[in-house]
């Protein structure tokens, strides 16, 4: 018994390390843990480890790290290009107002006969202008100088001078003004048709009065139209601030490009609420030198009266689709007139173009040259013509589609 002490104390120790083993890793004897895990974890972790080793990397993609040269961290420059060329419009005009208001009642006029007292009024509106050429031209707004009897400009550089009026544009808010000063500013003007949504946008221009400010914005949308601001729409809108007094300034890219004429503002107090209407440069570009070289716009017309076609009423025409438009009336004596179209024909196709947009048809129609002969595809009772009209010369509307410039004291709600 003796003998065999040296080895049992061997054994003693291996028999308590195994106890300690197997408490401690149960999954050794394949039995399962406090939390039910079963003792096929270490060969289920196993064969993951295995079959992961078999599939390719996730292709994932990453983004390009944002780069700050993408753009300029300030506008200084752009706004140094064109700023000097936005210039300040003040225009006023005298109305006559009666001393006292029985003199509006007939009866109490009678007694003064031409002698009634009166009292005139000086009404001011202020506004923006861009300088676009050396020969001192200035691009503004129509409702900005309408019916002023003086309009005196302000540049940036601290000059005054009185301005004459070249000629107007009611039916695209457009006015291009002259003034004789030397060494004037130039903006330079971008193809406005280049123009991209998301483009950073600056304003530039004079609101309420207060002296140059510049507001950033981006490029909301394009060629927005049937605004029933103007006759011939094609507005760029953008979310730059424009308030009363920025009418005819500067809409300008990141370069100090001329991008538009800031015209319009959809507003419900008065103020900015980050919809604002920009007459492309394009447009006033080609005004500018219509109204220079030839004293006025001159625009094709038909002499007609248009109404849209709507799903039921292509349907009471026996139209498939609603395109066209409907005669509403005629001018008499104009182009349709002696064509012989009649109120209630339908028209389909202009120049073998089919009318799918009505104000976009009568924008080609007005680009046309007075004199073109064009066939119209019309249709009346039911069966299809052909009818070609001579194209005439678009006569002056007889009011403009912006109301009147307004006295300061009040908001301009159209600006």
Do not use: C
Not at 2 to 14: K, T, V
Not at 83 to 89: E, K, L, Q, Y
Not at 266 to 272: Q, T
Not at 368 to 380: D, H, K, M, Q
């Amino acid at each position: 018994m003796r003998r065999a002490l040296p080895y049992l104390w061997p054994a003693l120790i291996g028999v308590l390390a195994a106890i300690v083993l197997l408490n401690a890793f149960p999954q050794l004897l394949g039995r399962q843990d406090s939390d039910g895990e079963a003792d096929s974890i270490l060969q289920i972790g196993q064969q993951d480890e295995n079959t992961a080793a078999d599939r390719p990397a996730p292709d994932i993609r990453q983004a390009a790290p944002m780069s700050r040269d993408a753009g300029p961290v300030s506008y200084a420059e752009a706004v140094e290009r064109a700023a000097p060329a936005v210039v300040n419009i003040y225009s006023s005009r005298v109305v006559e107002r009666d001393s006292h208001p029985l003199m509006s009642d007939p009866f109490f006029r009678q007694f003064f006969s031409d002698n009634a007292p009166s009292r005139q009024r000086m009404l001011s509106s202020l506004g923006s202008g861009v300088i676009v050429s050396e020969q001192g031209y200035v691009l503004t707004n129509h409702h900005v100088i309408s019916g002023a009897d003086q309009i005196q400009v302000a540049l940036r550089d601290g000059r005054e001078t009185l301005a004459e009026v070249v000629g107007t544009d009611p039916e695209s808010d457009l006015a291009v003004l002259h003034i004789d000063l030397e060494d004037l500013p130039v903006i330079e003007l971008t193809d406005s048709r280049e123009v991209a949504i998301g483009d950073v946008s600056l304003a530039i221009g004079n609101p309420f009065g207060v002296g140059q400010t510049v507001t950033m914005g981006i490029i909301s949308a394009t060629g927005r139209s049937h605004l029933g601001l103007s006759a011939y729409e094609d507005f760029i809108q953008t979310d730059a601030a424009i308030n009363p007094g920025n009418s005819g300034g500067a809409l300008i890219n990141p370069e100090g490009a001329l991008v538009g004429i800031n015209t319009a503002i959809f507003s419900r107090s008065g103020g900015s609420q980050g919809i604002g209407f920009a007459i492309p440069a394009n447009l006033a570009s080609n005004i500018l030198e219509e109204i220079v070289t030839k004293g006025r716009v001159i625009r094709g017309w038909l002499g007609i009266e248009a109404q849209k076609l709507d799903t039921e009423l292509a349907a009471s025409f026996g139209l498939e689709a609603p395109n066209g438009v409907v005669i509403a009336s005629i001018v008499p004596n104009g182009p349709a007139a002696q064509a012989g179209l009649q109120p209630g024909d339908i028209m389909l196709k202009v120049d073998n173009e089919a009318i799918l947009d009505p104000r976009q048809t009568m924008s080609d129609i007005a680009a046309v040259a007075p004199g073109t002969e064009l066939p119209v595809t019309i249709v009346r009772g039911g069966e299809t013509m052909e009818v070609t009209l001579e194209v005439a010369e678009r006569p002056t509307p007889s009011r403009p589609f912006l109301s009147e410039p307004q006295d300061p004291s009040q908001d301009e709600d159209d600006e």
